[in-house]
């Protein structure tokens, strides 16, 4: 049997020569035009980057190298006595674009126990932040800690040819994943459990041994299968994925790159909506005295909260145009798991009632239900009441998807990021201001 690496190896030869028809025979054909909205307003929509690993369909929502969740969930091996597939066996999926068999995912989960253990330092420095650092420093600080341990860097040094790049990435890519579980793990037992850390359990796999060192029983391992699936990749354009992608575009290695990454998660446009939803819904619960809304005492919240001027957060997405499948998948797992739990319940009243008002009022685009309206509900249910603490799960399964990418960002031989920037006089004079 071809090992993941081999099986990557072939890939990445056979594709390599459709990127260079593109470009050298295609490569001035036009893809799309620029408005000034878009030159201002952040680049949205505009088509300008590459990715293989997935692709946000606005009717579909996310799919992975094809898949939708559905399918990807349903095609996956599952864990052994567990609901969700392997974390190990996604990522397999993410590379290559094949659905692993059992036996490669089992090749994945021993690469992973292999690479799993964190340097000293790590802890060291973890230990020796102040007390009330953010987890999102901390984690960010950890990554760019390790950077001296890069595979890349040694080869780069050594004179390695740009076809070979992607090797030791692929190295540095396995190593800092393998790892950033534990590291996440340590974060919040350091910070939220008295330093109380919990070894890792060499038999498990990712997901479950995240659940272990947290400290929280199960369910909670499948709870943390599915999140991490969940929020992995979301085409290469969002702040995480993108920053992600730019820095190693500089030949920067995956340990610079992902640290970066989880800096611009942790923008509060970003990762943390999870958290403020959350906090929102916690607000509504007040305001209602606790008890379970009817279905018309929640309609006559939503109306008396948007005509305030406010919004309900969670609902509506940049690009979906249906109830986002992640919230979807999260959903199911809550009625199956939790359905009477009191925050879930406000949770489904408002799933039930929120899209018909707003596509009354006509403002939103989307009135649907996004992944933030759920995920940060069942974190809460199983203990984890840290909010802080959300965008780290958010950035461990993210990474998946972007290490990825930037393994074929290498072994396609992308170049550097540069886009050209206008002046706003120039932008005025191609609006034909005076």
Same mark, same amino acid.
């Given at each position: 049997?071809?090992?993941?690496?081999?099986?990557?190896?072939?890939?990445?030869?056979?594709?390599?020569?459709?990127?260079?028809?593109?470009?050298?025979?295609?490569?001035?054909?036009?893809?799309?035009?620029?408005?000034? *909205?878009?030159?201002?307003?952040?680049?949205?929509?505009?088509?300008?980057?590459?990715?293989?690993?997935?692709?946000?369909?606005?009717?579909?929502?996310?799919?992975?190298?094809?898949?939708?969740? %559905?399918?990807?969930?349903?095609?996956?091996?599952?864990?052994?006595?567990?609901?969700?597939?392997?974390?190990?066996?996604?990522?397999?999926?993410?590379?290559?674009?094949?659905?692993?068999?059992?036996?490669?995912?089992?090749?994945?989960?021993?690469?992973?126990?292999?690479?799993?253990?964190?340097?000293?330092?790590?802890?060291?420095?973890?230990?020796?932040?102040?007390?009330?650092?953010? %987890?999102?420093?901390? =984690?960010?600080?950890?990554?760019?800690?390790?950077?001296?341990?890069?595979?890349?860097?040694?080869?780069?040094?050594?004179?390695?040819?740009?076809?070979?790049?992607?090797?030791?990435?692929?190295?540095?890519?396995?190593?800092?994943?393998?790892?950033?579980?534990?590291?996440?793990?340590?974060?919040?037992?350091?910070?939220?459990?008295?330093?109380?850390?919990? %070894?890792?359990?060499?038999?498990?796999?990712?997901?479950?041994?995240?659940?272990? $060192? $947290?400290?929280?029983?199960?369910?909670?391992?499948?709870?943390?299968?599915?999140?991490?699936?969940?929020?992995?990749?979301?085409?290469?354009?969002?702040?995480?994925?993108?920053?992600?992608?730019?820095?190693?575009?500089?030949?920067?290695?995956?340990?610079?790159?992902?640290?970066?990454?989880?800096?611009?998660? *942790?923008?509060?446009?970003?990762?943390?909506?999870?958290?403020?939803?959350?906090?929102?819904?916690?607000?509504?619960?007040?305001?209602?005295?606790?008890?379970?809304?009817?279905?018309?005492?929640?309609?006559? =919240?939503?109306?008396?909260?948007?005509?305030?001027?406010?919004?309900?957060?969670?609902?509506?997405?940049?690009?979906?145009?249906?109830?986002?499948?992640?919230?979807?998948?999260?959903?199911?797992?809550?009625?199956?798991?939790?359905?009477?739990?009191?925050?879930?319940?406000?949770?489904?009243?408002?799933?039930?009632?929120?899209?018909?008002?707003?596509?009354?009022?006509?403002?939103?685009?989307?009135?649907?239900?996004?992944?933030?309206?759920?995920?940060?509900?069942?974190?809460?249910?199983?203990?984890?009441?840290?909010?802080? =603490?959300?965008?780290?799960?958010?950035?461990?399964?993210? *990474?998946?998807?972007?290490? *990825?990418?930037?393994?074929?960002?290498?072994?396609?031989?992308?170049?550097?990021?540069?886009?050209?920037?206008?002046?706003?006089?120039?932008?005025?004079?191609?609006?034909?201001?005076?």
């Amino acid at each position: 049997m071809a090992t993941l690496k081999e099986k990557l190896l072939k890939k990445i030869e056979e594709w390599r020569p459709r990127t260079v028809k593109l470009l050298k025979e295609h490569g001035d054909v036009k893809v799309g035009e620029v408005t000034i *909205a878009q030159t201002i307003g952040g680049m949205r929509g505009v088509k300008c980057l590459t990715t293989d690993i997935s692709y946000l369909d606005p009717f579909e929502g996310i799919r992975f190298r094809g898949y939708t969740i %559905p399918e990807t969930l349903a095609a996956l091996p599952k864990v052994p006595g567990r609901e969700m597939p392997f974390v190990e066996g996604f990522f397999h999926l993410l590379l290559t674009g094949d659905v692993p068999t059992e036996a490669e995912v089992k090749e994945v989960e021993a690469e992973f126990k292999k690479r799993r253990e964190v340097p000293k330092y790590v802890y060291d420095m973890l230990r020796a932040l102040p007390k009330d650092s953010h %987890p999102m420093a901390m =984690f960010s600080a950890a990554i760019v800690a390790m950077q001296r341990e890069s595979e890349f860097v040694k080869k780069y040094n050594a004179g390695i040819s740009k076809m070979d790049y992607w090797d030791p990435t692929y190295e540095d890519a396995l190593n800092l994943l393998a790892k950033l579980p534990t590291i996440a793990a340590f974060i919040y037992r350091l910070k939220y459990k008295n330093d109380k850390i919990i %070894p890792a359990d060499p038999k498990l796999d990712l997901g479950g041994n995240f659940a272990h $060192m $947290m400290g929280i029983d199960k369910p909670y391992d499948d709870v943390a299968r599915l999140y991490f699936i969940l929020h992995s990749d979301h085409e290469s354009g969002n702040v995480s994925a993108h920053t992600g992608h730019l820095v190693a575009s500089a030949l920067s290695d995956i340990y610079y790159a992902i640290s970066a990454m989880i800096n611009g998660l *942790a923008g509060p446009l970003h990762g943390l909506a999870n958290q403020e939803v959350l906090s929102w819904i916690q607000g509504v619960m007040d305001k209602m005295g606790g008890k379970v809304p009817t279905e018309e005492e929640m309609k006559k =919240f939503v109306w008396d909260t948007l005509n305030s001027g406010q919004v309900i957060p969670g609902f509506g997405h940049a690009v979906l145009r249906k109830t986002d499948p992640r919230y979807q998948a999260q959903r199911e797992f809550c009625l199956k798991h939790l359905p009477d739990d009191l925050i879930f319940k406000y949770v489904d009243v408002l799933y039930k009632v929120t899209p018909p008002i707003l596509q009354e009022q006509g403002k939103a685009k989307n009135p649907w239900p996004n992944v933030d309206a759920q995920s940060g509900v069942i974190q809460w249910y199983y203990g984890l009441t840290e909010y802080d =603490f959300y965008t780290v799960l958010f950035g461990v399964g993210r *990474a998946l998807g972007v290490c *990825a990418n930037i393994v074929w960002d290498r072994a396609l031989g992308y170049p550097i990021e540069r886009p050209k920037s206008l002046t706003t006089a120039m932008l005025e004079e191609i609006a034909g201001i005076k």
